[in-house]
């Protein structure tokens, strides 16, 4: 007997334990890279299949009807069956090939990523690996998608659905030019206040250094505020050398601006109250990383770096 459409339609079946477990179709919405409009419509849709109500909504969030509780009930097991075949399929691909396609943010991918794969290299002469660069967002989507067994990211939160763990952490900088107006207040320091109305310099949405200076900005003044003469740029290349030229603020990772900060060329903005440290996350679908990709990260995190 054939399997009814909405059995097959794992996504949501798994959208709907999310909802479950964290009481709310916006978290669930977030876990899965998905907008919470689209989650409500595959929600929506997927009661009118089965033909009785799962969930009460509520402005506090979302809660499960008797009926949404069994129906979670039996949808673990499937969702868990499924997993294994996903991890059982990758498992058989690589035991075809050897082969390790990775995708990366920019500053792991820059100064950090080469290094891992040289020594990783040395154990593995045959590998085959790919390696390319995109934003944190990009990098969790391309795993999802599974175009790429392991990601790094340098957002400070990693979408629920995916498997992460810590393997360093990165520093943020404030540079300008070291005759830009606001570099002789450089040694006494500003307060994050004093950069809402400068014009900074930031990469373009998705990308970890955005979100993470954003979010330590947001609190250090206790609230999310405009940031009406900001620039979105879409490379730290671009940042630093429209900084060097005097145009603004730039927002970078410290190893990406400290070749042009010991020559002098610019110069570093001390902001008291902000706190701009990022955990670096290896991130991978699935319940366990592939061998080579859990070899790599082993490497990450045992691997002295570079400040």
């Known amino acids: ?43 929506a849709r997927l009661e009118r299949r089965l033909g009785v109500p799962l969930l009460v909504r509520t402005r506090r969030g979302s809660t499960l009807t008797p009926t949404g509780e069994a129906v979670v009930a039996w949808i673990h097991p499937v969702v868990d069956a499924a997993q294994t075949l996903a991890d059982g399929v990758l498992a058989l691909r690589a035991d075809q090939r050897a082969r390790l396609r990775i995708t990366a943010s920019l500053t792991v991918a820059e100064y950090l990523l080469p290094r891992w794969l040289m020594v990783l290299r040395r154990g593995h002469a045959d590998l085959e690996i790919s390696a390319s660069v995109a934003n944190s967002e990009d990098v969790c989507a391309a795993i999802r998608s599974g ?51 400068v014009p900074l310099l930031l990469r373009e949405p998705g990308s970890g250094t955005r979100e993470t200076f954003l979010r330590a900005l947001a609190g250090a003044l206790g609230r999310t505020p405009p940031i009406h003469r900001a620039t979105s740029l879409g ?73």
């Open 1 to 43: 007997m054939p399997l009814p459409s909405w059995a097959t339609d794992l996504a949501t079946l798994d959208l709907l334990l999310s909802v479950a477990e964290t009481g709310s179709v916006g978290r669930a919405a977030q876990a899965h890279g998905i907008s919470q409009p689209s989650a409500s419509e595959r929600l």
């Open 147 to 197: 175009r790429a067994d392991l990601g790094f990211v340098e957002s400070p939160d990693v979408p629920a659905d995916l498997g992460r763990r810590v393997v360093g952490t990165d520093g943020l900088a404030l540079v300008v030019a070291a005759r830009y107006p606001l570099a002789a207040r450089a040694e006494r320091g500003l307060r994050a206040s004093d950069l809402i109305e």
């Open 235 to 307: 490379s730290t290349a671009t940042i630093l050398a429209t900084v060097r030229a005097g145009g603004g603020v730039g927002v970078v990772s410290a190893r990406a601006a400290a070749a042009d900060l010991a020559t002098g060329e610019l110069v570093r903005l001390r902001v008291a109250d902000l706190t701009l440290v990022r955990p670096l996350h290896a991130v991978w679908s699935g319940h366990a990383p592939t061998p080579l990709a859990a070899e790599l990260i082993g490497l990450a995190i045992g691997l002295p770096t570079p400040d």
